[in-house]
Each structure stands twice: as structure tokens, then as C-alpha cells.
Nanobody, 115 residues
């Protein structure tokens, strides 16, 4: 069974940092174009960052220069290092394939940034 489990969220003050993890089972992340998404209350889910099988990366303009996506192929895990966090980064963060057909969405991990 293919499963993605996100972790690492929490409550942090503006300007702080968090590191999110996405551990996978039943799928080899290094063979996929993977992404971190986020969904804030009342808003649509949006792509935050992506990483290719060759470890090229891309970012939404809103997080460029502050977030870094990476992948540990031995641990079959994708990470999102988030620095200089802003209140507008508050959302539930998910990982998944960048494009469909996507894996069943996990529970995500809540990130709350206080001002």
C-alpha cells in the first residue's frame, strides 16, 4: 500500500523555522516528481515547492528564498526546510506527486505562524 506521512509542523513565531518531513512507503520517491502543497482555511490547495527525480527544484514565488525542498533517497523521505516564516504561511502542509494520478492524500501537518 502506498502511503505518505507528513510530520514536523507546529506553532512558531514569525521569523522562525520548521523542517517538515514526508516519509513514504510503497513508492520510491526518487523516481517521482514530488511536491509540497499547502492549504490554508478557506483557500485552495497550492503548490509550494517541487523536486524532480534528478533533484532539480522549483518554488512558488511566495516562498522563494525562504523554503528549501530536499530528498534523502536512503530514507525515502522528502523534506521542506522553512525559514523566515510569516503568518501567511499558516496552513496544513501535504506532500504528494506534483501531477496526477496522485497518491491518496495523507493527513498533512499543521503549520501555524504567530505574528
Amino acid at each position: 500500500q502506498v502511503q505518505l506521512v507528513e510530520s514536523g509542523g507546529g506553532l512558531v513565531q514569525a521569523g522562525g523555522s520548521l523542517r517538515l518531513s514526508c516519509a513514504a512507503s510503497g513508492i520510491i520517491l526518487s523516481s517521482k516528481l514530488m511536491a509540497w502543497f499547502r492549504q490554508a482555511p478557506g483557500k485552495q490547495r497550492e503548490v509550494v515547492a517541487f523536486i524532480t527525480s534528478g533533484k532539480s527544484t522549483g518554488y512558488a514565488d511566495s516562498v522563494k528564498g525562504r523554503f528549501t525542498i530536499s530528498r534523502d533517497d536512503f530514507k525515502n523521505t522528502v523534506y521542506l526546510q522553512m525559514n523566515s516564516l510569516k503568518p501567511e504561511d499558516t496552513a496544513v502542509y501535504y506532500c504528494n506527486k506534483r501531477y496526477g494520478p496522485q497518491i491518496s492524500w495523507g493527513q498533512g501537518t499543521q503549520v501555524t505562524v504567530s505574528s
